[in-house]
């Protein structure tokens, strides 16, 4: 691009200086990476591919797995996902089609104040007022008569992995609903038109049109969503209860792993037992990698299809 | 149907208004000037304030956008206006996975670069950690905003002869200089509240702290100690000192969308 005629000493300065910038933040992101790796050698010598099913923590031993951790962060985060998606989609959805033109901006304005609540704000807020209101008016009751059904088996306590599942959700509401808004948005008007001037209803139109248009984009939008959810930490460490055990009931207490890394990173003695926390963060981060990939690549060719009007 | 849509969307936004509400009530009891000018005082001493904490938010979240800041602008400007090869996109991905990347790691990222070495909580390995979050986002936010200038407006300057780096500088950068703006405020904001990379890099402090290099306090940090503690009147202390951290987060919020809006 630069240019090779007079007084372009300065332009070509000027394309090194930003591009050396640009280099930076290459080598922050490999240097990143390579930091991890490095520290969680010897947990990977010393433990393998065993680390990932062993489900024993023990500091006192020196023996580490991180099955109930990795359990933890996947069954809380699905259940965040189960809760946030319909909620996200049915809002997006009213906002799009069915809100007065003056609601949208203040309600889209609102969603991003909720994202941009600082996750101990979150914890807080779930220590002291969900976890008390979920264990009085829902779990209590729930395990007195379902208590059989191993997915509500007690004694409750409060801090639980459903009391994170139900954090985490509102959490990530505000991002699955923006981008299901745009998915929305992409679809193209005389599509609906169509639907709507064969004499099809309203509900039929957004049917057709989200059955056939939509639900990639919003499956997209769903992993967007869990990617959020994986590597959540304060909101999270404050209401699931900490404790290192996969257990099936959702009253039960759990952990997660970035839990696991807050709670004992700081008091970790010994290399292996700092080791196998920082090999926990490596797992995180390959999880969270794969599943931001998988969302970017859904939506990616989402917007390709929308452009060529499809 | 459009009920069921209806309840849905009051349902994603209730929370906002119970946080919000919850924070006033609760927050609002403890909120006395001493909160803001004092010290944390022992368990069971009455009064006692977050003023270190504050101070030590400000100081880590300047000293991070010190360095982040133009790391990031300049960073934005090569992807936006010379970045066509394989070495942008691979700048591209980088920064798009720095954003995905959960923000404990950043934590861990500062604690084994600068605490192992340097033996010691600081300030310094706070401000590391909160930079891997805080750049990422400035980056593509540059970028972006760089994009939607339109290429005859450069062609127009470099036809009037004006070098290329001062088109860039003073016509290209400066059109959308407040939506680069607004991305920054909107980063700084984020890295207000952030309180895992804080965890065991800048560690936290009950005292006021001037070395860089030494624990420091920050609001975040103080509302988890109290919060997790067993005693009743952290408790209050630990929502006063939310209040403060969301009234901080949510201006600058506020304050960077008036940015945008009087721009267009």
């Known amino acids: ?62 023996k580490f797995g991180a099955l109930p951790f990795i359990y933890g962060t996947l ?28 609601m949208k901006t203040p309600v889209s304005f609102l969603a991003e104040l909720l994202a941009a609540i600082p996750s101990v704000i979150y914890g807080l807020w779930g220590i002291f007022v969900l976890v008390p209101v979920l264990r009085d008016v829902f779990m209590k009751p729930v395990t007195k008569y379902l208590g059989w059904v191993p997915l509500f088996k007690g004694p409750v306590y409060g801090p639980s992995m459903l009391a994170a599942g139900v954090l985490l959700s509102i959490m990530i509401v505000p991002f699955i609903l923006s981008v299901s808004r745009e998915v929305l948005a992409t679809v193209p008007q005389r599509q609906k038109e169509a639907v709507l001037s064969l004499g099809g209803t309203r509900w039929e139109m957004l049917r057709i049109v989200i059955g056939q248009h939509c639900l990639p984009g919003i499956f997209g939008a769903t992993i967007l969503g869990l990617g959020r959810a994986l590597g959540e930490t304060m909101a999270v460490t404050m209401v699931i209860g900490n404790r290192p055990e996969a257990l099936l009931s959702l009253f039960q207490p759990g952990y997660s792993m970035a839990a696991v890394i807050a709670n004992e990173f ?7 037992y700092l080791s196998s926390l920082v090999l926990i963060g490596l797992i995180l981060f390959a999880m969270t990698f794969a599943v931001n990939l998988a969302a970017k690549w859904i939506l990616s060719k989402m917007v390709a299809r929308a452009s060529r009007g499809i | 149907m459009k009920a069921l849509f209806c309840l849905g969307a ?21 909120l006395k000037l001493t909160l803001l000018i004092d010290l944390p005082h022992p368990v069971g001493e009455p009064g006692g304030g977050i ?34 090869g394989k070495f942008a996109s691979a700048v591209r991905f980088a920064a798009d996975t720095m954003t995905g990347v959960p923000s404990i790691i950043m934590g861990i990222f500062g604690y084994i670069l600068l605490v192992l070495p340097m033996k010691r909580f ?60 607004t991305g920054i405020l909107l980063a700084m904001a984020r890295i207000l509240g952030e309180t895992a990379p804080l965890l065991f890099t800048a560690l936290g402090n009950q005292f006021w702290q001037t070395r860089l290099d030494q624990p420091m306090a920050a609001v975040p940090l103080q509302v988890f100690t109290y919060a997790i503690s067993p005693y009743e009147d952290w408790h209050d202390k630990a929502w006063a000192g939310a209040l403060v951290l969301i009234t901080m987060v949510l201006l600058i919020n506020i304050a960077a969308r008036v940015l945008t809006r009087e721009k267009r």
């Open chain 1, 266 to 272: 700081t008091e970790a003695v010994g290399d292996v």
């Open chain 1, 1 to 62: 691009m630069a240019r090779k005629t007079g007084g372009n000493i300065k332009d070509l300065l000027f394309e090194r200086t930003t591009g050396a910038f640009a280099f930076l933040v290459l080598f922050l992101a490999v240097l990143l990476f390579a930091v991890l790796l490095r520290e969680s050698i010897p947990a990977l010598r010393k433990f393998g591919a065993a680390f990932l099913v062993t489900g024993t923590w023990d500091p006192v031993l020196e």
């Open chain 2, 122 to 181: 600081s300030a310094w390995a706070g401000a590391a950690a909160l930079s891997m979050i805080f750049i990422p986002v400035v980056v593509r936010t540059t970028e972006e905003m760089l994009r939607t200038v339109p290429t005859t407006v450069r062609e127009a300057a470099l036809a009037l002869g004006i070098a290329r780096w001062k088109a860039t500088l003073r016509i290209t950068v400066r059109t959308v200089w407040p939506g680069i703006l």
């Open chain 1, 75 to 102: 069954v809380s985060s699905f259940l965040a996902i189960l809760i946030a998606v319909p909620l996200s989609v049915g809002a997006a959805i009213f906002i799009n089609e069915f809100a007065p033109p003056w």
């Open chain 2, 10 to 30: 009051i349902l994603v936004i209730l929370p906002l208004f119970l946080i919000l509400f919850d924070l006033l009530i609760k927050g609002g009891k403890e």
């Open chain 2, 51 to 84: 003023a270190n904490g504050i101070a030590g938010t400000f100081v880590v979240t300047l000293l991070t956008m010190l360095w982040s800041v133009p790391t990031a602008v300049l960073c934005g400007i090569y992807l936006a206006e010379y970045g066509k």
